[in-house]
């Protein structure tokens, strides 16, 4: 079965930058094929979409609309890793954020099947 390690986050001031690492194994195929995404959950309130990457051969990536412009998908298929690049940070992004797969390879809505175990956000102004 897949899983998914996510890495990088922590403690931080109003305005700075974070890079999550997802790495993935025990896939069922090539990585290259899997849509690749992030989410957060805030406490008290429902898990959300934050971003996401579909296989290599779409480059398709997609935000919410809360973290464009600030936040920055990508992938590396060589290390089967995925990146959420978070720069501007802002108390509003603290959350659990987790990594998601999603064999449908599109990276985005329902499809996402394997869930890693979440890393800690903290943004303090």
């Known amino acids: 079965q897949v899983q998914l390690v996510e890495s990088g986050g922590g403690s931080v001031q109003d305005g700075a930058s974070l890079r999550l690492s997802c790495a993935a194994s025990?896939?069922?195929?090539?990585?290259?094929?899997?849509?690749m995404g992030w989410f957060r959950q805030a406490p008290g309130k429902e898990r959300e979409f934050v971003s996401g990457?579909?296989?290599?051969?779409?480059?398709?990536?997609y935000y919410a609309d809360s973290v464009k412009g600030r936040f920055t998908i990508s992938r590396d298929n060589a290390k089967n890793t995925v990146y959420l690049q978070m720069n501007g940070l802002k108390p509003e992004d603290t959350a659990i954020y987790y990594c998601?797969?999603?064999?449908?390879?599109w990276g985005f809505g329902s499809n996402f099947d394997s869930w890693g175990q979440g890393t800690q956000v903290t943004v303090s102004s």
């Open positions: 998601a797969a999603d064999k449908t390879g």
């Open positions: 025990g896939l069922s195929f090539d990585f290259n094929y899997y849509g």
């Open positions: 990457i579909s296989y290599t051969g779409a480059h398709k990536t």
